[in-house]
């Protein structure tokens, strides 16, 4: 069976997961530009708390201009120095960068196929790459979609134990303006993620 007829079978569910991390992914990798936050003015929600964080992320989008938002992320991962925010997987387990949780990572990378991309400088283990990562995987960018057990391994292992926390810590952040529903939309998914994994496996 080749690629393209294996996500012909993936279900729309695992579709809308895949397509969540993916958009975590590419808002939390740069600045967005006017065409990122005009499709993020167009997101509906629901009345779960998902759905409002949804909602009001795509009312300030539509308030929100590139350069207050480039503003602003500078302020929360840039920043003089450092920013608000060492959003690594590193630093929220050991309290270091490049550490022992990267060095996972990468053994993990290597074994499923995945590699950084040439013109990418961060380490692997920041929250942007991990939530591309899982989005791929779901849908089978690279090869063959993951099965559940190999997405709650992953997810278990390195997004998991810290994902949440910074979901958190940004949605609280001093600077975090149209980065606060964000923090709120990942810190609910990175929830429902692990109550649906934790009930696959029992």
């Not at 925010?85 to 290597?110: C, H, I, V, W």
């Not at 278990?156 to 952040?173: T, V």
Request: glycine share 10%.
């Amino acid at each position: 069976m080749n690629v393209t007829a294996e996500r012909a079978e993936i279900a729309q569910e695992d579709r809308l997961r895949a397509d969540l991390y993916n958009y975590l992914g590419v808002i939390l990798a740069r600045p967005p530009d006017r065409m990122l936050l005009d499709q993020t003015a167009g997101l509906e929600g629901d009345d779960s708390e998902l759905g409002q964080a949804i909602v009001t992320l795509g009312k300030l989008a539509k308030l929100t201009k590139p350069v207050s938002v480039e503003s602003e992320y500078n302020r929360l991962f840039i920043g003089l120095g450092r920013g608000e925010l060492l959003p690594y997987a590193s630093y929220y387990l050991t309290g270091f960068l490049n550490e022992k949780p990267l060095a996972l990572l990468r053994q993990d990378m290597t074994a499923r196929g995945l590699a950084r991309a040439e013109n990418t400088f961060e380490p692997e283990d920041n929250i942007a790459s991990l939530m591309e990562m899982m989005g791929a995987m779901i849908i089978g960018r690279f090869g063959a979609p993951a099965s559940l057990g190999q997405q709650r391994d992953f997810f278990n292992r390195h997004i998991g134990p810290w994902a949440g926390h910074f979901f958190s810590d940004l949605e609280g952040a001093k600077n975090s303006v149209f980065y606060a529903p964000v923090g709120t939309l990942g810190k609910q998914f990175m929830q429902i993620e692990a109550e649906a994994f934790r009930m696959s496996s029992t």
